[in-house]
């Protein structure tokens, strides 16, 4: 233990050598039986130190996420489960709340996903024991403990989004040992709660509280257990009480973070609001208390930031109330007028917080305005609430709204210092003219309603508004332009095509802004704009009027990017959507490119911090090469020094993009540099392989280059190195199908004399791995692969080759694998050369038809993939393992995952037709059956299929005939 302790130490040490070293020895050290059950004891060690706890604690959550489940490329053996299963609950307890019970609490998350209940049939018993010690002890600190480890197990349930019978039995018994802890335990503090105590001993009982609620939350969030239903009105009695709680104690407090108290309430209201919205029923009898409770509440709070979470909850569960069958509680007119002057209008009002968040934390407000962020602000929630009053009462609420709106542009056009008046007009417009959720807006195009012109608002209001100032891109009220421009996104399905070029000349001005929000926003309303689409599907900006444009809208992206405090993912964005859809127009304009874009890669290259930023600056230069392929040649020279900087000094961020554009590049030549060759030896090297972003990327790289040289990869002696990397992806589950597309390249591509040698080994490589290690994907590429073989080799040429291995190996294989999967197949191009794979067995195959049953169940297959029968994959099959969209890297990465890859949409393939030489394969299956009615032995097949097919199949055979 003295040792492992001492590598924990080291993989935190400041000496990069070290922390090298130790994460190498830690990588090394999973696999050794036992060692996680040393990872536990370091943890109990009390002499370890906090660094060394903490280190260990992310290794076995880490440990646990990556190599716990099945599906993983290598899983933890079952002994070193049962260590993990049998330890970490103690190890847990014995912690102090901080980063070691989180990361802990997230690896018990992660084993009960996969493990829970079938192969940790204690834990709950063990924990509801613990838990009624410790409450019948009052050890507070240990029932909360305790209540923390049972919402780390039940959490999952809030990620189902449907309930089925086999989740239904895992629930009950868990809610029937649970409820009788929960229910007194809840009852209990609340008892407490109200009894006089000092501020810190009310932590210590909401703190306990939240727990509870969390497990009440698990456990109804996807239906209501007879336990809960029974004790209803006893949970909802502890909630009321707690929302009508108040003391003065956690006032003194001057930071902006809430207190315990108030996050305990805004808990309530938000599991409230999921209850109301799904069990409205049963909620029927609470409604009306909560409602006054939570209204009355919310009247009382500050606008400060220690408010705003329970702000928000409170307005979000009375939006849900309003779009109930309990809305009635709104149709008094006077309520109405109410609701809208004291609780809508003041949160919509921009606050002075919002205005330096906007000033001093742009990203920050970017954030939570354009980005739909998960954390709702008061102004969002707000513009819900407008528009679930709406659903039942929009005249009112519109006519209420709309005297507002008048008055807040009036006050503006009478003193233009109070811009905070049109702001409030802008967003109160917003959300009487959705019919959609405020909250699925995020800056995108929104249908309008008939409350409001948005057409005339937008002339009358947005456009001078815009045009004020944009001269020198400056102005005294920048919150305004930001707010004009996200109108003009907004509603972009709404405004005229006729003044998107003057928008977009306009917007292309404000990208200059000093303001990082305005120019952000300008940006991205670009990039808009220039996605929309007419009714019929013509685009709104065609290459052609964007063009003229392009020069200076590129001229100002690049100055904004030069100027940028941070690396703005949204200007570098709006760089991308330009060129792809100026297209093969921007040619003249790449030499004037390429200068800022091989200037910012440099530049990132040093440090990459910003992965959607980094995603989209490759992006463009992908881009540049598609539509633009004549040029290549120079884009290949402007970008070969810093892609060489980064291949040399491992910048594992962006070698799946430079993979991703040398193969590209290489598609676009018909001579190959010396440059490619070289690189191929580096790439056989297995260490590349070892960071997994790598992989897709690589392999991308190496089938094109099979492709265009495949004798120059047989001369250099390299077609050995290539099967080695197919023979160690083969036996990865999450990569297999990579090793299958650099295979089917090389059986496509290399002359059959090169191959003759080797394919008595490739295929003991594949049934070593279908007897060792069989899964649905692996079956479904192996057959993909078979299908292939026999089209370019023949069929009997396929069954020998399979036969040579093992007498009576091709039957196993075809019943057991092919009849199987065949059908689980999807997609156009691999059910084709599957069925003509197929029709070439059954037709030409001599060795097959000797053997009349296996016959017989080749032609059922292949009526069956006429037919377009689909067998569902309950394995879940992905093809896609380690791929991320742009929009998912910033969360990859924060999670410390930087070597992600994700596809640049410039240099994606058109998924190619293997079997191109036969145009219409229910054609050629006509062909060969008609050749296969020849043969002299056809009666006794015909018979056959007579004795054996059903009359649907029986029936296609005739029409094909």
Known sequence: MEQACQVFYHSCDTDINKRKSAENELN???????????????LGNANGGEDVHIAAAIYLKNVVKEHWDVRSDWTLPEGDKNIVRSQIVTALLNTKKGPIQNCLSEAVTMICKSDFPTAWPGLIPDLVSRAEAAFKSQNVAMLSSVLTILHSVFCRYREVHELTHELCEEIIPCIERVGPVLLPVTQWLVEELLKPHQAGTLSEILTLFNSCIEIFFDFTCLDLPD????????????????????????????????????????????????????????????????????????????????????????????????????????QDPQILHTVCNQIILPNIRIRQLDVE???????????????????????????????????????????????HIASLLQSYATNEADWKSKDAAIYLTTALSIKQSC???????VRGTNQIDIISFFTQHILPELSKGCEN????????????????????????????????????????????????????????????????????????????????????????????????HYLIMCVTR?????????????????????????????????????????ESVSCLIRFNPEHVGSIEMAIFEPFATILQKDVIEFMPYVFQIFAQMMETRTDIPQSYYQLVETLCSPQLYQNKGNIPAIIRFLTVFIEKVPQRLVDDGLLNNILGIFQVLANNKLYDHEGFTILNAVILHIPDKELEQLMPSIMRILFGRLSNMKTVKFCKMFILFCSILIHKRGADYTLKLIESLQQGLWKMVFTNVWCVHVTKIIGNYPRKTCMVGLTKLICDSQILQSDSELWVN???????????????????????????????????YEDGYTNAYCPLVGAIREEADICSDVPDASQFLGFK?????????YSMMASALQNSLSPEHQGLLASIN
Not at 439 to 445: D, H, I, L, Q
């Open 28 to 42: 090394r050290l999973k696999k050794e039986a036992g060692f996680l059950g040393v990872v536990l004891q370091v």
């Open 227 to 330: 336990f809960i239903t029974k004790h209803l009105a006893h949970f909802m009695q502890a909630y009321i009480s707690v929302l009508k709680f108040e003391t003065p104690l956690f006032n003194t407090d001057s930071s902006d973070s809430p207190s315990i108290l108030a996050r305990a309430k805004a808990t309530i209201t938000e599991m409230l609001t999921v209850f109301l919205r799904k069990f409205d029923e049963d909620f029927e009898d609470y409604l009306e208390r909560f409602a006054e409770a939570i209204w009355g509440m919310l009247t009382k709070l500050t606008d400060g930031p220690r408010d705003d979470d329970l702000a928000i909850a409170a307005m979000d569960f009375l939006a849900a109330t309003a779009q109930s069958f309990k809305h009635t509680v709104f």
């Open 357 to 403: 968040m906007f000033e001093d934390e742009p990203e920050e407000y970017i954030r939570r305005d354009i980005e739909g962020s998960d954390q709702h602000t008061r102004r969002r929630v707000a513009c819900e609430f407008t528009h679930a009053l709406c659903k039942n009462y929009q005249t009112t609420v519109s006519g209420i709204f709309q005297e």
């Open 439 to 445: 909250s699925t807006v995020v800056f995108g195009g």
């Open 473 to 568: 891109a400056t102005t005294n009220s920048p919150v305004l332009k930001a707010d004009g421009i996200k109108f003009i996104s907004t509603f972009r399905n709404q405004i005229p095509k006729e003044h998107y070029p003057a928008c977009i000349e306009l917007l292309g001005k404000w990208v200059s802004s000093p303001s990082e929000v305005v120019m952000t926003y300008a940006a991205a309303a670009i990039e808009r704009l220039l996605t929309v689409t007419g009714p019929t599907g013509e685009i709104y900006v065609t290459k052609q009027m964007i063009t003229p444009l392009a020069t200076t809208l590129f001229m100002n992206l690049f100055s904004a990017l030069r100027k940028a405090i941070r690396e703005n």
């Open 578 to 618: 330009v060129i792809r859809r100026s297209q093969e127009l921007i040619g003249p304009l790449i030499p004037h490119l390429l200068e800022p874009l091989v200037t910012i890669l440099k530049h990132v290259t040093r440090n990459p911090s910003n992965p959607s930023y980094n995603h989209y600056l490759f």
């Open 858 to 892: 080749a032609v059922r297959c292949l009526c069956s993939l006429i037919r377009n029968e689909k067998s569902v994959d309950k394995e879940g099959t992905t093809f896609e393992a380690g791929v991320y969209a742009a929009e998912n890297l910033k969360d990859r």
């Open 929 to 937: 059956w008609r050749e296969l009615r020849q043969h002299q032995n």
